[in-house]
């Protein structure tokens, strides 16, 4: 266990559901991250929350949508995704955005869109 | 912009075998620079880091030096084990970023 928590591990989800992934750390860090994680393909940021204020937006497809209503808490709300969407969902905490002293990791949630 | 970019896997050795995988960046400034290992099914874990020029991360019998006239930060092991086996990520942070920039991963696979 590293001090971030992320549930479910595993979803499978038709294209016409509505889903949220649930990320949790209790480390005292500020920021939180959420990462797309594809075969063949870099870690992708999808958006960046420092003090519950969302402060990045990778240019991610509004049937993605965060919330953090806390620093500990972060939220992907999932719908209407298409099959390219299936990836592995990382969160991340730090004590700031882009400090450092690096990252801490959940295990991912792995999302299948059928 | 920023980027990073990683030799191509996956890597294959054998136990007791030497251990280079190539990290190449690009950053404005004078970025902070990581290494993260990611075991099967798990989550990203910090591996080393070097937060200036000439500094050399280590961690593990693992090395990386931050070497900004190539703009590399190769990671080495003198001798891997299987255990190692794992998929192995080059990352930094610029002086203004907020937040890692990935490269895509190397795959290393160890047989005994």
């Known amino acids: 266990e590293t001090g971030v928590t992320q549930t479910p591990r595993h979803l499978v989800m038709g294209m016409t559901n509505k889903k949220s992934l649930k990320c949790e750390q209790h480390?005292?860090?500020?920021?939180m991250y959420w990462y797309k994680q594809s075969a063949k393909k870099p870690l992708e940021l999808m958006f960046v929350y420092n003090f519950k204020e969302q402060t990045e937006n990778n240019s991610v497809p509004s049937r993605f949508s965060p919330e953090c209503p806390n620093s500990s808490h972060l939220f992907l709300h999932l719908h209407t995704l298409q099959p390219e969407d299936s990836a592995l969902y990382l969160c991340?905490?730090?004590?700031?955005?882009?400090?450092?002293?690096?990252?801490?990791f959940g295990s991912g949630t792995r999302l299948t869109v059928v | 912009g920023n980027s990073v970019t990683q030799m191509e896997g996956p890597v294959t050795l054998s136990e007791e075998a030497f251990l280079t995988i190539n990290c190449t960046y690009t950053a404005t400034g004078y970025p902070s620079l990581f290494w993260y290992v990611q075991y099967p099914g798990e989550g990203l874990q910090l591996l080393l880091k070097a937060t200036k020029a000439d500094d050399k991360g280590s961690n593990k019998g693992f090395e990386a030096t931050y070497r900004k006239e190539t703009t590399s930060f190769h990671l080495e092991k003198g001798s891997v084990q299987v255990s190692d086996s794992a998929v192995y990520f080059c990352?930094?942070?610029?002086?203004?970023?907020?937040?890692?920039?990935f490269g895509k991963g190397t795959t290393l696979s160890v047989s005994s």
């Open positions: 991340a905490s730090s004590t700031r955005p882009g400090e450092n002293y690096g990252y801490t």
């Open positions: 480390l005292g860090h500020n920021a």
């Open positions: 990352a930094l942070v610029n002086q203004a970023g907020t937040a890692l920039i």
